[in-house]
């Protein structure tokens, strides 16, 4: 079982950045592929970002390709999403997610964090 906690969200203008982390509880993160995902109110969850174990890949969708950057620090158990230029349409509840590299691409995960809020204003 891998616990995830999401931290860094806020209320942000336009233009402006955030920092997302997510902390895994387990021991053995490391082999894990880690993804973020957002859910927008009326609207259904998708992918943002994934990450390999190794580090050595990221992979994003398309509406944020250039302005987010996904890492992660498998000695501090912990993933980031760096967001830049943020726009009002990335208001969202954002969530990480662990499991095999395909499986988060794919979007469905076995293990999810309880979301942290990001709002970004016009």
């Known amino acids: 079982q891998v616990q995830l906690v999401e931290s860094g969200g806020g209320l942000v203008q336009a233009g402006g950045s955030l920092r997302l982390s997510c902390a895994a509880s387990r021991r053995t993160f490391s082999s894990y592929a880690m993804g973020w995902f957002r859910q927008a109110p009326g609207k259904e969850r998708e992918f943002v970002a994934a990450i390999p174990w190794s580090g050595l890949s990221t992979y994003y969708a398309n509406s944020v390709k250039g302005r987010f950057t996904i890492s992660r620090d498998n000695a501090k158990n912990t993933v980031y999403l760096q967001m830049n230029s943020l726009k009002p349409e990335d208001t969202a509840v954002y969530y990480c997610?662990?499991?095999?590299?395909?499986?988060?691409?794919?979007?469905?995960?076995?293990?999810w964090g309880q979301g942290t809020q990001v709002t970004v204003s016009s």
């Open positions: 997610a662990a499991d095999d590299y395909r499986t988060v691409i794919s979007g469905t995960p076995d293990y």
